[in-house]
């Protein structure tokens, strides 16, 4: 019987390396999870299509396309509850293999425990300070290095060069899950953008915008035309869980100002420092682009889910957040209001002024991993159905399933997507995220979630006024060379 564990109270944060994982990059849903693994249901692609996720008689694992020996408990711990899954495909594509997987494997019992995203990161935390981790559970890409030193994770180099599709993965993926020049996870769910603006074209015509801003400037100028025309906002944003700042807007914003081979020198600890100038100036923007007005007042009370209602209501005529998102409001705008879906344009941010080094970025990644309980090594049945597991979640029928029904790549690299069953507004946003834009890293995939935890607080005070650009690049630094 596979069981799937149902939590539906928030979990506190009971110690101070648990709270830390509150931020990252992925959406943060506050949702009562998965009640079981056998269920039928039915999900709404956020497509247009529909379809049926069978129960009972679906046995193709994908995987290795080969036995295994074990027979008994295999836990697995991840955030891709049903609620979630509705609105992504990402989601949808990791349940519907997971179940695949179960149906091939009925001497295993597959004991997941689904939690929400936010609960996910305190309770994986916890876990790991407890050197208590599932036998499979999600690695996120800021983890990799102090719990790979720990020993708590386990070397999955052979057993990611020795995988069936290694020759189709894309191995660029493979950066945040590295220390070492050891690979400690299977990059999983698909690799979508953490910064878009999602606008309604009709009401930024009206502006007199045939297209969205390409610069801080001009987007200050249809500012003032949505304000004089009953808007509250221009770009609805959320930071209350205070990852959304770093992970969908300076992430994409700082390497305008500092370019790329700043953050990959503070990766590899090679001599940039967060007190360099270029990234104070970035913070010093940040601060005044949401003391100017542009976004809405409460943007540090809400979160994400909270801000991109404000653009399904109508309220705001943009919204600045992540590929889940925009799931997420397909799924919900597409028959509800389908004058404001066949309006949606996607952008990047606009360029602001005094930012030099690149343009036209938004930053795209694979933020969290399928990776192994290092005590499996002890237990190589054990062990060879948990490789097995992760093969199947991250390889050719997890990709072809979210490219076909949702058009987006995964780890592993399938033919050409077609694209042609896809509406105008997935066709849109599929150039966006793969084809027109530049893309560069996502902050909190990398270097240590103690730096960011220092970052992520004190930029929240520092766009409300409370802090300086200059206290935040220093105490940033301390985190940095205390904890990397």
Request: with cysteine; aromatic share 12%.
């Amino acid at each position: 019987m596979k069981r799937v564990k149902v939590v539906t109270t928030l979990l506190l944060s009971a110690t101070l390396l648990a709270s830390t994982m509150l931020s990252g990059c992925g959406s943060s849903n506050g949702e009562e999870t998965n009640k079981g693994g056998k269920e039928s249901e039915s999900v709404s692609s956020t497509q247009g299509t529909e379809k049926e996720v069978e129960s009972e008689d679906s046995t193709d694992s994908g995987g290795t396309g080969g036995e295994v020996a074990f027979s008994g408990e295999l836990t697995f711990l991840h955030f891709s509850t049903s609620e979630e899954s509705e609105g992504n495909g990402g989601s949808d594509g990791f349940r519907t293999t997971i179940k695949q997987w179960e149906d091939a494997h009925p001497d295993v019992d597959l004991n997941q425990t689904v939690l929400s995203n936010d609960d996910f990161k305190t309770q994986i935390a916890t876990q790991a300070a407890a050197n208590d981790l599932p036998d499979v559970f999600m690695l996120q890409g800021m983890n990799t290095k102090s719990w790979a030193e720990q020993g708590i994770i386990l070397d999955m180099t052979d057993i990611i060069k020795d995988s069936p599709y290694y020759s189709d993965y894309n191995t660029n993926y493979f950066t945040p899950f590295t220390s070492e020049d050891k690979l400690y996870g299977l990059p999983a769910l698909t690799g979508g953008t953490c910064t878009v603006v999602v606008y309604d074209k009709q009401a930024w015509e009206d502006a007199g915008f045939a297209e969205f801003p390409k610069t801080w400037a001009e987007l200050e100028e249809a500012d003032a035309y949505f304000k004089e025309n009953g808007y509250k906002e221009t770009l609805a944003f959320g930071n209350s869980g205070q990852w959304q700042l770093n992970s969908c807007f300076m992430s994409a914003i700082g390497s305008r100002f500092t370019g790329d081979d700043w953050f990959l020198s503070i990766i590899d600890k090679e001599g940039a420092k967060f007190t360099d100038q270029e990234f104070v100036d970035m913070l010093t923007f940040t601060q005044d682009a949401f003391q100017s007005g542009i976004f809405n007042d409460d943007f540090n009370a809400i979160n994400n889910e909270d801000a991109r209602e404000y653009f399904i209501s109508g309220e705001s005529p943009a919204f600045v957040g992540g590929n889940w998102d925009v799931s997420y409001i397909q799924a919900t705008i597409q028959e509800e209001d389908p004058d404001l879906y066949e309006n949606m344009g996607f952008a990047v941010l606009p360029q602001p002024e005094g930012a030099t080094k690149t343009e036209n970025t938004q930053n795209i990644g694979m933020g969290y991993a399928v990776a192994i309980n290092s005590k499996l090594k002890d237990d190589p049945e054990k062990l060879a159905a948990a490789v097995d597991l992760a093969y199947t979640l991250t390889g050719p029928d997890f990709a072809t399933y979210v490219g076909e029904n949702y058009a987006l790549q995964g780890l592993t690299k399938v033919a050409d997507i077609d694209l042609s069953k896809f509406d105008e507004v997935t066709k849109a946003f599929y150039n966006y995220s793969y084809v027109d834009t530049n893309a560069s890293e996502i902050y909190d995939s990398y270097v240590s979630s103690a730096v960011w935890e220092v970052l992520n607080t004190e930029a929240q005070s520092m766009v409300n006024g409370d802090t300086t650009p200059e206290d935040v690049a220093e105490k940033t630094q301390e985190a940095y060379e205390a904890n990397y």
